[in-house]
Nanobody, 124 residues
């Protein structure tokens, strides 16, 4: 059964950086597309970035040039490097996974159980 564990969040000043990690278990990681989502207070969850099983990457416009998604298949882990953080990046960040046999879509179409997420707060 697919399980997702996010980590790496924290409190950072505007302009700072964080690297989030998403550890995946219960499935063959190499065959899965991975996506990052975030949910700001009072707002709906939104897609941030995706990486396909083959390594194609996509980003929502607001994070292009600042965020970088990557994956380490040997560690069964995906990462989101976030640079030049802004207050509007504040929220709980979640990862999701989809079986690549169903194709690649960004944001990831996810029907599983969400993890707890990791809180990112960008503030002075």
């Amino acid at each position: 059964q697919l399980q997702l564990v996010e980590s790496g969040g924290g409190l950072v000043q505007p302009g700072g950086s964080l690297r989030l990690s998403c550890e995946v278990s219960g499935v063959i990681f190499d065959y899965y597309n991975i996506g990052w989502f975030r949910q700001a207070p009072g707002k709906e969850r939104e897609g941030v970035s995706c990486i396909s099983a083959e390594g194609r990457t996509d980003y929502t416009d607001s994070v292009k040039g600042r965020f970088t998604i990557s994956r380490d298949n040997a560690r069964r882990t995906a990462y989101l490097q976030m640079n030049n953080l802004k207050p509007e990046d504040t929220g709980i960040y979640y990862c999701a996974a989809s079986d690549a046999v169903r194709g690649y879509h960004c944001p990831i179409v996810f029907f599983g159980t969400w993890g707890r997420g990791t809180q990112v707060t960008v503030s002075t």
